[in-house]
């Protein structure tokens, strides 16, 4: 399973790309208006650190406009994927940019209805946002497990892309569910980087040895 960093934060970007662990990124026109700067330079940037697919989100609401503003943020850089709301319009808008052979992740998904239709649209990716559904007392990783069902059963291409993740144990779900991808807050891929039993056992092994080598002196 592939892990994206879901962030617009450079700085976060950069400190955990070197650990050979990131796939990709998603941000979203949330996650952008926490960061300062033109959205499109910090998108190229991000490109240029991750070397991955880098999703940025249109933010226009009708098809034509969705298409126009897809087009030239595909422009910023090969890595883009042309994030698209899954509206009506966001439908038809995905449609057409994925027969012009753009890349196309179909977000804000909360039935498999919606991912069954972003699938045969032809996006690339589909964004259930688990989280959201935990919110709202509805359990969020049911609906992954329903679309990998109907993805494997239909041989759909499109990519399962986990979001609205909240903590370490939505990316262990979503791997042993067979998620294609998960994107994750910084905070939590830190989370999964770190056990006290780890610290622990490592300070006593470090400790032992230094009492060995202190002995033998
Ligand atoms: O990027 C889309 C999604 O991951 C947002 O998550 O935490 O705002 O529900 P959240």
Redesign the pocket.
Known sequence: MKLFI?SGNLRDIESLVPLGIIDGV???P??LAKESGDPRALIKKICEVVQGPV?AEVVATTWEEMVNEGRELAKIDEHVVIKVPFTRDGVRATRVLASEGYRVNV?LVFTPAQALIAAKVGAAYV?P?V??LDDVATEGMHLIRQIVEIYDAHEFPTEILV????GPMHIVEAARMGADVC?C?PAVIEACLKHPLTDIGLAKFLQDWEKAQAARV
């Open positions: 879901d998603t941000t979203n949330s996650l999703s977000t964004s946002f989280g959201r979001a609205s993740v909240r994107t807050p």
